[in-house]
């Protein structure tokens, strides 16, 4: 399992790397109500102008003291490191201003500057990957409407997925978060990194669980059920970040170890998209010959 040397093939070559999924955002039409609740004219000015939630910056936390799989941003897929693979991803999205990484070890910064991303130092005190991203932000010298949280372990993320839970939050004034969803694998339905999700008719999350949700009283999975996966990728209206670390850690975000339901716990509002997207992140070092296997079969570079 090498540690990074930078490739230096040129980042745009994972352009055919992965082909264009089709992605449905649930519910993007906002309402009357939305705008009452928000200012009428406030949020028509701002929708008129162009300039609601205009400005975004994608932001990709990375730690090597990780508890599951130490060094996982270093870690080499097909020849990459995985973070090197994620950040160009995230480069062909066409709604993101910047991007950065953030990261508190010295060996994740200095690969990446090797590879010609920008890096922000963060504290090892961030608790997660959003508050690592809320510091990253502080210490930007510009300031952004949108931070997108891009995880470091979805090295195959697809640019569409981006900038579809950006436009996502950019149409949805009530919600301070958006983030993703694909159909879950049955194979999937009972591990616990494989976190599971359910939304409301307007697509809005109701729960993010490690269990299988909804649950059936046969304990078993019901095939014709849409079961929903959440991808870990996720976008923050800026002023909310700046509030979530302040936020106490809630009952459900402890037992479950999901950070998403500390938003939700606070009574925030969370819109969710449903694409269609092959999963497969890295959790553990496992995975990396998973998705090693699942590229070559598809002939990925």
């Given at each position: 399992?090498?540690?990074?040397?930078?490739?230096?093939?040129?980042?745009?070559?994972?352009?055919?790397s992965?082909?264009?999924?089709?992605?449905?955002?649930?519910?993007?039409?906002?309402g009357?109500?939305?705008?009452?609740?928000?200012?009428?004219?406030?949020?028509?000015?701002?929708?008129?102008?162009?300039?609601?939630?205009?400005?975004?910056?994608?932001?990709?936390?990375?730690?090597?003291?990780?508890?599951?799989?130490?060094?996982?941003?270093?870690?080499?897929?097909?020849?990459?490191?995985?973070?090197?693979?994620?950040?160009?991803?995230?480069?062909?999205?066409?709604?993101?201003?910047?991007?950065?990484?953030?990261?508190?070890?010295?060996?994740?910064?200095?690969?990446?500057?090797?590879?010609?991303?920008?890096v922000?130092?963060?504290?090892?005190?961030?608790?997660?990957?959003?508050e690592?991203?809320?510091?990253?932000?502080?210490?930007?010298?510009?300031?952004?409407?949108i931070?997108?949280?891009?995880?470091?372990?979805?090295?195959?993320?697809?640019?569409?997925?981006?900038?579809?839970?950006?436009?996502?939050?950019?149409?949805?004034?009530?919600?301070?978060?958006?983030?993703?969803?694909?159909?879950?694998?049955?194979?999937?339905?009972?591990?616990?990194?494989?976190?599971?999700?359910?939304?409301?008719?307007?697509?809005?999350?109701?729960?993010?669980?490690?269990?299988l949700?909804?649950?059936?009283?046969?304990?078993?999975?019901?095939?014709?059920?849409?079961?929903?996966?959440?991808?870990?990728?996720?976008?923050?209206?800026?002023?909310?970040?700046?509030?979530?670390?302040?936020?106490?850690?809630?009952p459900?975000?402890?037992?479950?170890?999901?950070?998403q339901?500390?938003?939700?716990e606070?009574?925030?509002?969370?819109k969710?998209?449903?694409?269609?997207?092959?999963?497969?992140?890295?959790?553990?070092?496992?995975?990396?010959?998973?998705?090693?296997?699942?590229?070559?079969?598809?002939n990925?570079?």
């Amino acid at each position: 399992m090498p540690i990074c040397t930078p490739s230096s093939s040129d980042s745009s070559s994972g352009s055919s790397s992965v082909s264009t999924k089709s992605w449905i955002i649930h519910g993007l039409a906002v309402g009357a109500a939305t705008a009452v609740a928000l200012g009428a004219h406030v949020y028509l000015y701002y929708r008129r102008s162009g300039r609601f939630r205009s400005r975004v910056v994608g932001i990709i936390p990375a730690r090597f003291a990780s508890s599951r799989f130490q060094g996982k941003p270093l870690v080499h897929i097909l020849g990459k490191p995985m973070i090197q693979r994620t950040w160009e991803r995230a480069k062909m999205a066409s709604s993101l201003d910047h991007i950065v990484v953030a990261t508190d070890d010295d060996k994740i910064a200095e690969c990446c500057r090797g590879f010609g991303a920008d890096v922000i130092m963060t504290s090892e005190s961030c608790r997660n990957g959003t508050e690592r991203c809320n510091e990253a932000h502080q210490k930007l010298g510009k300031k952004y409407d949108i931070v997108v949280n891009i995880q470091g372990d979805e090295p195959l993320i697809e640019p569409e997925i981006i900038d579809g839970i950006v436009k996502a939050l950019q149409a949805t004034p009530d919600a301070v978060f958006s983030t993703a969803v694909t159909s879950l694998k049955s194979e999937d339905a009972f591990d616990p990194n494989r976190v599971k999700c359910v939304v409301d008719n307007r697509g809005y999350a109701i729960y993010f669980s490690r269990g299988l949700i909804p649950f059936n009283k046969s304990g078993k999975v019901n095939p014709q059920f849409p079961y929903l996966l959440h991808l870990g990728i996720q976008s923050l209206d800026s002023k909310f970040l700046e509030i979530y670390p302040e936020l106490p850690p809630t009952p459900l975000q402890l037992e479950e170890d999901l950070e998403q339901l500390k938003v939700l716990e606070n009574g925030y509002k969370m819109k969710v998209i449903k694409v269609d997207h092959e999963a497969h992140g890295v959790d553990t070092p496992e995975d990396v010959e998973k998705i090693e296997r699942y590229m070559q079969e598809k002939n990925l570079s």
